[in-house]
Structures are given as structure tokens and as C-alpha cells.
């Protein structure tokens, strides 16, 4: 096995998110900032966005001072972008970073609620997932699907509903590209998008249901998910059906 550099870190910033998807506020040091290129601090739990789930906001708070972080940049490093309008924290400076929960949590939800769905769709459909897009509470998956058979909405509605209330756990683990790749269905999508030079891969279990390859944040099981709702099952065209869900508040 090679170092944990392959799965939790971004150049010099350790991503705590990937291992714990709980952390919300964290200790750290500034390593570099500036208005352009964005604050880089040693530890993160900052998602910088992937898969559909878009990137955590949240603050920095050093000395009685609040930097605002609107967004984060994957780079050679993880950079944070600080508000417009508020201080930047100078290199060598501890900060408490904290992530905000409201939005985080119902992210998390929502990703969750993808796989689920996919993990739904896949085991009673045989479809593939092509496109994903998700905002707080509402997402949508596109599906490899020639024909939507009668029924289909309110059948994957129950289905998702029933698996919700399994309650099944949400596991997170990593393992050696190979072996990951070995376990059947892994890459569910369409495409495979783990890149050639990722050595350790990062799965999230569905236990029973679905494991995917993947960098998202996720709830511990799918209860925490809430009750599902399919908006719309749109015919995108040609082997191309797009299924949107909201979740409650
Ligand atoms: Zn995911």
C-alpha cells in the first residue's frame, strides 16, 4: 500500500472530510493566502466539490477575526476563497476553520439520496448512471435507459422509501486500486472516472445495496436520509432519462 497522500490529501493540506465526515470545526495553521490564489491551510474538512456535490462554505476564525469562505479550488493545493470583503488571515497564522452544518448535512443527505436512488434504479432496472447534479436538498440523476416501463416512477419511489427505511449503514473505506476494482459493479457510472494514477481508491457502501468509488460526503445510513420525492422522470432523448428528487427539509 502506498502513504494516505493518494486518498486524504491535496498538496500540503490533510483532508479530514475523507475520513470523517462528521468534523465541523477543526484547528489549523495557514500555509499560504492570498486574495488571487485563496488561503491553504494544513488540515481542511472544506469539500472542495466533485461528483455532482458542490463545494462546502463555511469561516475561518483567527484572533476575533471572521474570514468568510465562499468556496474551495482543488489545485496543487486546496485553496479556500475568502469573501471579497473580509481579512485575510497572513501565512503562519492558527485559525479555527469551521464548516457550515445546514448546508453540509443537507448535501450530504442529498449525495446519499443519489446513490441510493442509482444503487434503486440499477439493481431493479439494469441502468447505468450517466450525469449527476445535486443542490441542498434536490439532485437529479441521468440514466442509461431505453424505456421507462409503466409504473416506473411509483416503483422507484417505493423502492427508495423501503431502502431508506432499512436504515442500511453507509460505510466509508479505501483500498488498493485493484482490489477495489475487482469487487463487481464498482463503477457503477457509465465512465469509469477514477483517474489512471489513483492508487488507493475510496468506496461508499450502501451496505447491501450499492458501493461506489467515491470522493463525496455521505450521512452514516440511509435513515438520515428522510423521505424521498421523485419530481420528474424526464425522456431526455434516446436511451437518456433524467429522474430529479427533493428531499424534506
Ligand atoms: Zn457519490
Do not use: C
Amino acid at each position: 500500500m502506498t502513504d494516505s497522500a493518494e486518498f486524504d490529501r491535496q498538496g500540503r493540506t490533510h483532508r479530514l472530510e475523507l475520513t470523517d465526515q462528521t468534523v465541523r470545526e477543526w484547528d489549523a495553521t495557514v500555509l499560504a493566502s492570498s486574495a488571487d490564489d485563496g488561503i491553504v491551510l494544513d488540515r481542511s474538512a472544506f469539500y472542495p466539490g466533485g461528483g455532482g456535490q458542490p463545494p462546502d462554505e463555511g469561516v475561518l476564525l483567527w484572533g476575533g477575526v471572521q474570514t468568510r469562505i465562499v468556496g474551495v479550488r482543488r489545485g496543487d493545493d486546496l485553496a479556500l476563497i475568502p469573501h471579497d470583503d473580509d481579512p485575510l488571515p497572513p501565512v503562519g497564522t492558527p485559525v479555527r476553520g469551521a464548516v457550515e452544518e445546514q448546508r453540509r448535512t443537507a448535501l450530504m443527505r442529498t449525495h446519499s439520496a443519489l446513490h441510493l436512488l442509482g444503487g434503486v434504479v440499477y439493481r431493479d432496472f439494469g441502468a447505468l448512471i450517466t450525469g449527476s447534479n445535486m443542490n441542498p436538498l434536490e439532485g437529479r440523476l441521468d440514466f442509461n435507459l431505453d424505456a421507462v416501463p409503466d409504473g416506473f416512477r411509483d416503483q422507484v419511489l417505493a423502492a427508495a422509501n423501503l431502502e431508506v427505511a432499512a436504515d442500511r449503514a453507509i460505510e466509508v473505506r479505501v483500498l488498493p486500486r485493484a482490489q477495489a476494482f475487482a469487487i463487481p459493479d464498482i463503477i457503477r457510472t457509465a465512465t469509469n472516472l477514477v483517474p489512471e494514477h489513483v492508487e488507493i481508491v475510496r468506496l461508499v457502501d450502501i451496505t447491501g445495496l450499492d458501493v461506489q468509488a467515491d470522493a463525496g460526503t455521505h450521512v452514516a445510513s440511509t435513515k438520515a436520509i428522510g423521505a424521498l420525492e421523485i419530481v420528474k422522470v424526464e425522456n431526455k432523448g434516446r436511451g437518456f432519462r433524467r429522474v430529479r428528487v427533493r428531499l424534506q427539509p
